[in-house]
């Protein structure tokens, strides 16, 4: 069991990309910083910028004098249904699309590693939850080719410094119902940051072992 003690939460979102021009991860960290959820942790919260070039360093620079416990990573994926619970982080580009600078990493391993690594979030339990509450949910085992994976990868394999977390994964969002151009399902800003909360507030259970 986890040691007993407040944990340190990390939860990032993404700056807009290339075909996402609203992010709703973006909008949720703002929420979160307004009105920071009711849990017994501390938490930091971060827009990553969408550049494979730096962003091993944004995560680094976001764990000085930090060192999360918990990593919780959101992005969208603007074909999903609900809340997507990412099973397993695939360490590879082999699938990479540009990022906002126009750069595409080389089609190799992500990071020092295995091929893949599995989420180590209660995700059964979040899943139980979301659903509880009403909420969309649905599991994937392919986080995909593009940013969100990489960020998965690199906090599953502890490859940035400071970042080695005992929990961490990823869930993806639909966009929000702001969003004009979105081709499907969306989510509204509020049922958005309610599923955020619940997903903070299995993680903490499960670290303090209720």
Wanted: charged share 20%.
């Amino acid at each position: 069991m986890v040691e007993q003690r407040r944990p340190r939460i990390l939860l990032t979102g993404f700056s807009v990309f290339p075909g996402a021009p609203v992010n709703p991860t973006e909008a949720l960290v703002g929420n979160l910083r307004e009105t920071p959820p009711s849990i017994d942790a501390d938490l930091k919260t971060a827009v990553l910028s969408v550049e494979y070039d730096t962003i091993a360093a944004q995560l680094a620079a976001l764990c000085v004098d930090f060192e999360p416990d918990i990593a919780l990573h959101f992005g969208l994926a603007r074909e999903c249904q609900g809340f997507r619970l990412e099973r397993v982080a695939r360490n590879t580009n082999a699938k990479a699309r540009p990022d906002n600078l126009g750069n595409l990493p080389a089609a190799a391993a992500i990071c020092a590693g295995p091929e893949t690594i599995a989420a180590t979030l209660p995700l059964d339990e979040m899943e139980r939850r979301l659903a509880a509450a009403g909420l969309p949910v649905e599991w994937s085992d392919d986080a995909g080719g593009y940013l969100c994976n990489t960020v998965f990868t690199l906090s599953a394999a502890h490859a940035c410094d400071g970042l080695k977390p005992a929990m961490t994964g990823f869930i993806h969002v639909p966009p929000l119902d702001t969003d004009a151009s979105a081709p499907g399902a969306t989510l509204l800003l509020a049922d958005l940051r309610r599923g955020a909360d619940i997903i903070l507030s299995a993680a903490v259970d499960a670290w303090s072992g209720s």
